[in-house]
């Protein structure tokens, strides 16, 4: 009887190499792994490939998915100016449910009834990974290796590969825990365990320090058509090749760090390092362009529906109902965001210093304190009257309240905090000459 099958998500690294053979021992169960290209940095997706068939894999998918990421994911994230907790743009958040479609995809190609994935259970991804699948698919069994087995260290788990004959990596100590595509990197753990260190500087590869980068500054103009960008200094480029090309402008002017503490969704505030040059680039030039085109209205609402998508979307809720009700309402904002942006790179700051739009609802005759103004002053006064009539209606019968309060006070009148009869007298007499 043929082996029943498992598809793992598979990077190369020592975890996901030691899920093979660990899927094979404990569960008898025939290996297919996954590799999903996002951009991220590798030594080699034929080598990888390789790695995996060696290790044990009966098969290794590598998958292209850097153009469904910028089409589908980060397109949707830049509509949203997706930033959780107003900070990070959630480039592990936004890559898991990518892979795990194509996880389903693969499972379903090869007739798996299992998922695996090489995530501990202190953090998001095994969130992500998991509601993704099971949302695509509620028929299909998960398995998280690093969860169940109990090699408690690195250099356990590096022994018991090396027993195995796996190919451990030189850097048997892996300094850090670090996760990136095309839209940026996360680093944790290491000496950024202690909130109080600051992060040492081999931490970065996408930006320069503040010290290295150009003594001048670097102007670039990006253009944007019904929200997403199209072009940059006037050269139109496809999304993902702009971002391409931002990574590598704003990452030399040491643009795009972020050093924070942030609240994971299993309870345990952790400390992150990110690099997102582009990313946070973007969202500014288009949040820019959203300030001078969208209503006011609709712009106030949808930095709630923003805030939501974030969360939804850190949560794990990539496919759920909410999340695709919040696109929803983010793409029908998107259609008036044509324009140019005009940012300044200058030792690590991105600044919009210009924005133009033909769907601009800026009106210089408006706005101007010249001659050309057409704004009527005079109306102004009827309009406050009437916007702060609730508020005075209230005021007026709190502070005759207090009045009598203090009045009927056994300490008297003089007992009063100074200052509160005169000015609760003070706005019962002009309510009282108004209504005259
Ligand atoms: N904390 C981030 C998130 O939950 C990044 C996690 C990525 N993993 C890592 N090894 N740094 O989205």
Redesign the pocket.
């Known amino acids: 009887m043929s082996k029943e099958k498992v598809v793992l998500a598979y990077s190369g690294g020592l975890d996901t190499s030691v899920c093979i053979k660990w899927l094979q021992e404990a569960y008898g169960l025939d290996v297919i792994a996954l590799v999903g290209d996002v951009g991220q940095e590798h030594e080699g997706l034929e080598k990888i490939r390789k790695k995996a068939l060696k290790t044990g894999a009966i098969a290794c998918e590598v998958i292209d998915m850097k153009e469904e990421f910028a089409n589908e994911f980060l397109a949707k994230a830049m509509a949203a100016n997706a930033l959780?907790e107003n900070k990070?743009p959630?480039?592990?958040?936004l890559s898991r449910p990518l892979i795990s479609k194509h996880l389903v995809e693969v499972a379903h190609r090869y007739g798996a009834q299992y998922i695996a994935h090489g995530c501990t259970g202190k953090?998001?991804?095994q969130v992500?990974f998991e509601a993704s699948v099971l949302m695509l698919d509620p028929s299909l069994q998960i398995i998280a290796p690093v969860r169940e087995w109990d090699l408690r260290t690195r250099s356990e788990e590096a022994d018991w590969a090396l027993e195995r004959g796996i190919e451990v990596p030189v850097t048997k100590d892996a300094l850090?825990?670090?996760?990136d595509n095309l839209w940026g990197r996360?680093?944790?753990?290491g000496a950024l365990e202690d909130p109080w260190n600051e992060a040492p500087d081999d931490i970065w590869t996408m930006t320069s320090s503040l010290e290295d980068a150009p003594a001048e500054a670097e102007y670039v103009e990006l253009e944007f058509s019904q929200g997403l960008p199209c072009a940059l200094n006037g050269i139109g480029m496809s999304f993902l090749d702009i971002i391409y090309a931002l990574n590598g402008i704003a990452g030399k002017h040491g643009f795009g760090r972020l050093d924070m503490i942030?609240n994971?969704?299993v309870g345990v505030k952790?400390r992150?390092c990110?690099e997102v040059p582009a990313g946070l680039a973007l969202i500014l030039a288009h949040k820019a362009l959203e300030d001078v085109c969208l209503e006011r209205e609709v712009l106030h609402y949808k930095l709630g529906i923003e805030q939501s998508w974030a969360t939804a979307v850190?949560n794990g809720q990539w496919f759920s109902p909410l999340k695709e009700a919040l696109d929803a309402f983010c793409a029908t904002t998107q259609g008036d965001i044509n324009g140019t942006v005009r940012l300044k790179f200058y030792k690590g700051n991105c600044i919009v210093v210009g924005r133009k739009s033909e769907s601009s609802l800026y009106d210089f005759a408006l706005a101007t304190y010249d001659e050309e103004d057409v704004f009527d002053h005079k109306s102004a006064k009827g309009f406050i009257n009437l916007q702060t009539l609730s508020t005075k209606v209230w005021a007026t019968k709190h502070l005759s309240a207090e009045k009598q309060s203090v009045a009927s006070c056994p300490a008297g009148p003089e007992g009063a905090p100074s200052g509160l009869i005169e000015e609760a007298e003070e706005v019962l007499n002009q309510s009282a000459c108004a209504k005259a």
């Not at 959630?90 to 958040?93: E, I, M, Q, R, V």
């Not at 850090?176 to 996760?179: L, P, R, T």
């Open positions: 959780y990070y959630l480039l592990s958040a953090g998001n991804d992500r850090y825990s670090i996760d996360a680093i944790e753990c942030e994971r969704l952790s992150e990110y850190y």
